[in-house]
């Protein structure tokens, strides 16, 4: 079956640091992938939308500018959280559309700390 | 935008009964219905879809059923085992666009 793979699965980083996700699929082609953030029990929130060689669009409320989302391949979607503060500490998590079919695939997610 | 709403919010059943979770949606556009597992920690994954030309779809343990004159979809799980505690998302898409709209999730926890 659709396989995405997400990186790096846990990551800790300083105030002010920078941060790059990962989000890959492996056997199939995503011309479509979505970013979500998801807090403690609570459902995924939708962060952006990245199609492959365009700019990404954002849901209403999320900043463009700190968080960046560069979908370079059909492959490849990456999402940088830039200038990062605890506030940011979240759950992130990618899904991929499989162009051939009505599927959604996951990563297996990143739980960002910054301390 | 798709309003999805899912009920119950946590739902505790004794192994070997089934496991019912109820989602409805506000636009009658959608047309694609997945329900994904997530366990503590990991992505959601995907259990079982349907679509809307469907009545019901069934996959060993697990069955979805979706009313679009009543624009509700639910998702049945019997002879349920510890394994399937776990929370579970429903969601829909709508035809227009690509966006999956998430119900709140249900924590379905399976007593031994």
């Known amino acids: 079956g659709a396989v995405v793979s997400q990186h790096p699965s846990r990551v800790i980083c300083k105030s002010g640091t920078s941060v790059k996700i990962e989000c890959r699929s492996l056997?199939?082609?995503?011309?479509?992938m979505f970013w979500y953030r998801q807090f403690p029990k609570q459902s995924l929130m939708l962060m952006a939308t990245?199609?492959?060689?365009?700019?990404?669009?954002?849901e209403q409320g999320v900043e463009k500018d700190k968080f960046l989302i560069n979908h370079a391949s059909l492959t490849l979607s990456t999402l940088t959280v830039t200038s990062a503060h605890p506030e940011d500490s979240s759950f992130y998590i990618c899904s991929a559309r499989d162009s051939l079919n009505y599927g959604y695939t996951f990563g297996s997610g990143t739980r960002l700390t910054v301390v | 935008g798709e309003n999805v709403e899912q009920h119950p919010s946590t739902l505790s059943v004794q192994e070997g009964d089934s496991a019912v979770i109820k989602c409805t949606y506000s636009?009658?556009?959608?047309?694609?219905f997945p329900w994904y597992k997530q366990e503590l920690g990991k992505g959601p994954q995907l259990i079982i879809d349907i679509r809307s030309n469907v009545g019901e779809k069934k996959d060993q343990r697990i069955a979805v059923t979706l009313n679009k004159t009543a624009k509700h979809f639910s998702l049945h799980i019997t002879e349920t085992q510890p394994e399937d505690s776990a929370v579970y998302f429903c969601?829909?898409?709508?035809?227009?666009?690509?966006?999956?709209?998430f119900g709140a999730g249900t924590t379905v926890t399976v007593r031994a």
């Open positions: 990245s199609n492959e060689g365009s700019k990404a669009t954002y």
């Open positions: 056997d199939f082609q995503a011309t479509t």
């Open positions: 636009d009658s556009a959608s047309n694609y």
């Open positions: 969601a829909a898409r709508r035809s227009n666009d690509y966006k999956l709209s």
